[in-house]
């Protein structure tokens, strides 16, 4: 079984702020985590991903992650917010013989001037 | 350009009248998905595809079915629509079952009102 936690589903920035949005992720077999975006009115786009190899990942936009294997973690950051990150982020997590994914619940983050 | 194709954006129906979203994928994968999206469950899965005619339960299927006749094609198909179907609707493919690796491709969307 696989599972992904988000807290806090409203963070709030400032533009130009460190951007901090937390997922935790439970399976029992060696996984592989995904961050996704959603902008209003839009389908999801790939942020990144870590399957294997290096665990910092850097995505687009700025945004990277980092796998701890230890902490079962796989948060995102941005070291700079802009106000066109403003969106829905989700993190998911597959594993096992299929390609199901399996999401958080969603953290929205609003970034003011 | 590779996408997922969802239709109709926009539905709006009546309890108890069969409807169909449909789903379309230009990029030969194998596994296909519908997944519904509600404010704080994130998203769940309905019913998936690995392959041409192979079909399975996702976490919410009841009150779904799904065809997978073609390999670009997946439709929702919604038998006798009732309110609590009222949601956000997104079909996903991706390629190479059973590495789970690979990211998915999401359409735009098909927002359903069940009246």
């Known amino acids: 079984a696989q599972s992904v936690t988000q807290l806090g589903s409203h963070v709030s920035v400032s533009e130009g702020a460190l951007v901090l949005l937390r997922c935790n992720y439970s399976?029992?077999?060696?996984?592989?985590l995904f961050w996704y975006v959603q902008y209003p009115n839009q389908g999801l786009q790939l942020l990144l991903k870590?399957?294997?190899?290096?665990?910092l990942v850097k995505g687009i936009n700025g945004f990277e992650a980092e796998f701890k294997k230890s902490e079962t973690s796989f948060h995102l950051t941005k070291p700079s917010a802009h106000m066109s990150d403003a969106a829905e982020y989700f993190c998911?997590?597959?594993?096992?013989?299929?390609?199901?994914?399996?999401f958080g619940t969603g953290t929205r983050l609003q970034v003011t001037l | 350009e590779a996408q997922v194709t969802q239709n109709p954006r926009y539905l709006i129906t009546v309890t108890g009248k069969k409807l169909t979203v449909t789903c379309s994928q230009n990029?030969?994968?194998?596994?296909m998905s519908w997944y519904r999206q509600d404010p704080g469950l994130g998203l769940r899965q309905i019913y998936y595809?690995?392959?041409?005619?192979?079909?399975d339960k996702g976490d919410v299927p009841e009150g779904y079915k799904v065809s997978r006749k073609e390999k670009r094609n997946f439709p929702l198909i919604l038998e006798s629509p009732s309110p609590n179907q009222t949601s956000l609707y997104f079909c996903?493919?991706?390629?190479?079952?059973?590495?789970?690796?690979?990211?998915?491709?999401f359409g735009q969307g098909t927002r359903l009102t069940v009246v």
């Open positions: 399976s029992s077999v060696p996984p592989y």
């Open positions: 996903a493919s991706s390629s190479t079952p059973g590495r789970g690796r690979t990211e998915a491709f």
């Open positions: 595809s690995m392959n041409v005619e192979v079909t």
């Open positions: 990029m030969n994968h194998e596994y």
């Open positions: 870590y399957t294997t190899g290096a665990t």
């Open positions: 998911a997590v597959s594993a096992g013989t299929a390609s199901k994914l399996t």
